[in-house]
């Protein structure tokens, strides 16, 4: 079974922390991704990244940043988190890029700053 | 914009019955369209996909349908069971790297 695991489930930080997610999968997937998920608004993508040290962006990558430095492992990045940055967080992974591509996500991470 | 939209956001069936959930598109070079079931505290979970070159695809008791030509797409659950109760997410692939989700749509099936 994949398995895609988040560092914290809930997590609160206040406006103008630095703040770190970090997503780890263990199926050996190339591709993995962050969403954010708002009431009314789906899930948006972040970030993307199809190899280590490769990234794209996604809808709506103001105010983040992601880092893989590690083919495993996929860390969101808030430079400066802002109240409007209060959300729920899903990382997710795949084993390739096309669009059957099923991918295989973390339970979630909430964020709430303040 | 919003180019997946599940403009149910909720639906109550009978357990037994079908339910029918419901998927509207707009861009017409989605090549590929996905459902996933989500369970409360728990990520999403794949659930079933369709190709944009297929008006059909089934597995055990769901069923996706694809209408093209009215960019609507819906998940059929036959027969709704207990279980099924969660939040569906529609989503809808652009070459692979791009993924775009709807809303949801929160699914109770009553016993």
């Known amino acids: 079974d994949v398995k895609v695991t988040q560092s914290s489930r809930y997590l609160v930080k206040r406006t103008g922390e630095k703040v770190f997610l970090e997503c780890v999968q263990d199926?050996?997937?190339?591709?993995m991704f962050w969403y954010r998920q708002d009431p009314g608004l789906g899930l948006r993508l972040i970030y993307f990244?199809?190899?280590?040290?490769?990234?794209e962006k996604g809808d709506i990558p103001e105010g983040y940043s992601v880092s893989r430095e590690k083919k495993e492992r996929f860390s969101l990045i808030l430079e400066s988190a802002s109240t409007n940055q209060t959300s729920m967080y899903l990382c997710a992974s795949s084993l390739w890029l096309a669009g059957d591509g099923e991918q295989y996500f973390g339970p979630g991470t909430r964020l709430t700053v303040t | 914009d919003q180019q997946v939209k599940q403009n149910s956001p909720s639906l109550s069936v009978q357990e037994g019955r079908i339910s029918i959930l419901n998927c509207d598109y707009t861009?017409?070079?989605?090549?590929?369209f996905l459902w996933y079931k989500k369970y409360p505290a728990e990520g999403p979970t794949f659930l079933i996909s369709?190709?944009?070159?297929?008006d059909k695809n089934e597995d055990g008791r769901f069923t996706v349908f694809l209408n093209k030509s009215a960019k609507h797409l819906s998940l059929h659950i036959v027969p709704s069971q207990p279980g099924d109760s969660a939040v569906y997410f529609c989503?809808?692939?652009?070459?692979?790297?791009?993924?775009?989700f709807g809303t949801g749509t929160s699914l109770t099936v009553i016993p």
């Open positions: 861009n017409s070079m989605f090549d590929y």
């Open positions: 990244s199809y190899d280590v040290k490769m990234k």
């Open positions: 989503a809808a692939s652009l070459t692979g790297n791009q993924f775009y």
């Open positions: 369709i190709s944009s070159i297929k």
């Open positions: 199926m050996d997937h190339e591709n």
